[in-house]
Structures are given as C-alpha cells and as structure tokens.
T-cell receptor, first 114, second 111 residues
Framework: ETGVTQTPRHLVMGMTNKKSLKCEQH?????MYWYKQSAKKPLELMFV???????ENNSVPSRFSPECPNSSHLFLHLHTLQPEDSALYLC?????????????FGPGTRLTVT | GQNIDQPTEMTATEGAIVQINCTYQ??????LFWYQQHAGEAPTFLSY????GLEEKGRFSSFLSRSKGYSYLLLKELQMKDSASYLC????????????FGKGTRLSVIA
C-alpha cells in the first residue's frame, strides 16, 4: 500500500450505532488530519494530530472522537450521530504541522446516517 | 475572520486556457495551496505559493499577490481530464483553523 488509505470506503449507520473510521498513511509523515466534506460546503478541518498529539480540535461535537495511536494510524470513533453528519470524511497527512505543508489525502469514507 | 472566495462553476473548451481566481481575507497568511478534486475522489495537491509571483508547473501555473489577497490558477492546453473541482486553501496560523478551504470551483471542459 502506498499513500493514504481509508476504510471503510462507504458506511451506513443508524443514529444509535457506534462505528469507527480508520486511516493509515505510508508516507512517513508525522501529522494527520480529519476533514469533513459536505455538499456545496468547503472542506472543514475537524482534527489535527502532530507527533500523535492532538494540536487542533475545531469545535467538533463530542459524538466524534479521534484517536491517534501512532504516527501512521488515525481513527475517528462515531457514536449517536445525526443525519446532518452524513458527508465524506477525508483523512490527510503531511510532513509536519502546523505549517504550510502539502497534505496528501486519502480517498475518503462516504458516511450516511439514517 | 477567515474567508475564501472562488467562482462556483466555470466552463472552458478543450485546448483553451482558463484562469480560476481566488480571493482571501484572513488574519494571517503563511501560504496558499491549490488542490484538484475529481468527482468521488480525494483532493490532490497542485501548487503552493508563499511569495508573490507566478509558479509554473507544466500546464498548470499559480499566481499570488499577497497585498491584494488574490491568487489564480492558470490551466493551459485544457484536456477533458481537467474537468474537476479546484480548491483554493490558505494557511492562516493566527486563525482557529490552520488551513482554510474555499468551496471550490467546478470546471467543466467541453469539446
């Protein structure tokens, strides 16, 4: 595997379910990000991890819980989501953060909350 | 505050040149990125500008004027595969969000 991978690619969950999104980067980067992309809205940065420490939490509801066990892996734990949370969730990595580093994105997880 | 403006949609002809503009208002500035995103795919990096002027990379060029809060992405010799959304993003170290994205410009290349 190369680049940034995400699983699952598609997820449908009910509002009472608990699920997790997984991201893995094979680029040797030390910063990882979660973004939310909704239709007709800009990419929204959710969380930033640098050297496995969370350096940014952009006022995201607590029903989204990130976890970064090491510099190559990033999880987003989901529970009691709302229909408006349906979106494409993108993971990215970069050489460092914060800083003007090019970010490499994964293919995303298309999440539908029913 | 932080605000990035781009046109929502543009259409251009195969083989032509198209310029996609981006204006920004941010508290701080530490670089501007352009990304390309095909429908259903992840964004991919195109260019990065931190100093004023033009950066050329093959068929794509990006220009920055920090005093005007303005950038453009220039695509030459358009190909059908260039049909995609183009995202402008500004690195603002002083804001709540370190990297602010515009809504993107959807470019359609027609024959």
């Amino acid at each position: 595997e190369t680049g940034v991978t995400q699983t699952p690619r598609h997820l449908v969950m009910g509002m009472t379910n608990k699920k997790s999104l997984k991201c893995e980067q094979h680029l040797g980067h030390n910063a990882m990000y979660w973004y939310k992309q909704s239709a007709k809205k800009p990419l929204e940065l959710m969380f930033v991890y640098s050297l496995e420490e969370r350096v940014e939490n952009n006022s995201v509801p607590s029903r989204f819980s990130p976890e970064c066990p090491n510099s190559s892996h990033l999880f987003l734990h989901l529970h009691t989501l709302q229909p408006e949370d349906s979106a494409l969730y993108l993971c990215a990595s970069s050489q460092g953060a914060p800083g003007p580093y090019e970010q490499y994105f994964g293919p995303g997880t298309r999440l539908t909350v029913t | 505050g932080q605000n990035i403006d781009q046109p929502t949609e543009m259409t251009a002809t195969e083989g032509a040149i198209v310029q996609i503009n981006c204006t920004y208002q941010t508290s701080g500035f530490n670089g501007l990125f352009w990304y390309q995103q095909h429908a259903g795919e992840a964004p991919t990096f195109l260019s990065y500008n931190v100093l004023d002027g033009l950066e050329e990379k093959g068929r794509f060029s990006s220009f920055l004027s920090r005093s005007k809060g303005y950038s453009y992405l220039l695509l030459k010799e358009l190909q059908m595969k260039d049909s995609a959304s183009y995202l402008c993003a500004v690195r603002d170290p002083s804001g709540n969000t370190p990297l602010v994205f515009g809504k993107g410009t959807r470019l359609s290349v027609i024959a």
